[in-house]
């Protein structure tokens, strides 16, 4: 399974665009990458997944380079709301899929 | 509400008391797994199902745990023979099966134990 690498934290202002990036060098051929938000006394919540390029939903967009290495979530003009953990996952996500979670980026919004 | 729930939501214990905790999750979602959380820590993957049949579980789950999903509907984790150190956040999250890949899974509120 490969292992992730993420900030520990990161601090940023309201109405600012934030970039996480994640490593993940021994990324497997059949291994995706998702993202998920926890806020405190809660479960984490899937923000986006992807597999290479760049995935956008209603919430992030996701940007992969060609070799997979790394990953980089966007979220765009955040909000105080968006203050929580953000945890990037590799795997692959079959049956059986053994889910990772590392110890996540702590992203603080201020206003 | 048509999400995970997860009963209870609290739970103080003494040392070497069982617990056991219920999942329910999401209706018609064939898999389902649980997780342990600590202060700090991501979650940590215990175990999973798909229906009924625990397919793969963690070498975190000691003797001491056991979980079921007898009609693979609701799943329960029970932990023997409790130690301090299994005080925790324990979560539940399931999936419906698809094609391909697994993606999202729906986590439920958790249920934090604390053994005395």
């Known amino acids: 399974l490969a292992k992730t690498t993420q900030p520990i934290s990161m601090d940023s202002y309201e109405g600012q665009e934030v970039n996480i990036t994640c490593s993940h060098n021994n990324i497997a051929t059949n291994d995706y990458i998702t993202w998920y938000q926890q806020f405190p006394s809660q479960g984490p919540r899937f923000i986006i997944q992807?597999?290479?390029t760049k995935v956008t939903n209603e919430v992030a967009s996701l940007f992969i380079p060609a070799d997979r290495k790394s990953s980089t979530l966007s979220l765009p003009r955040v909000s105080l709301s968006d203050t929580a953990v953000y945890y990037c996952?590799?795997?692959?996500?079959?049956?059986?899929?053994?889910?990772?979670f590392g110890a996540g980026t702590r992203l603080f919004v201020k206003a | 509400d048509t999400g995970v729930s997860q009963d209870p939501r609290h739970k103080i214990t003494k040392r070497g008391q069982n617990v056991t905790f219920r999942c329910d999750p999401i209706s018609e979602h064939n898999r389902l797994y649980w997780y342990r959380q600590t202060l700090g820590q991501g979650p940590e993957f215990l175990t999973y199902f798909q229906n009924e049949a625990q397919l793969e579980k963690s070498r975190l789950l000691s003797d001491r745990f056991s979980a079921e999903r007898p009609k693979g509907s609701f799943s329960t984790l029970e932990i023997q023979r409790t130690e301090q150190g299994d005080s925790a956040m324990y979560l539940c999250a399931s999936s419906p099966t698809s094609r391909s890949p697994d993606r999202e899974q729906f986590f439920g509120p958790g249920t934090r134990l604390t053994v005395l």
């Open positions: 996952l590799v795997g692959e996500p079959t049956g059986g899929f053994k889910t990772i």
């Open positions: 992807g597999y290479k």
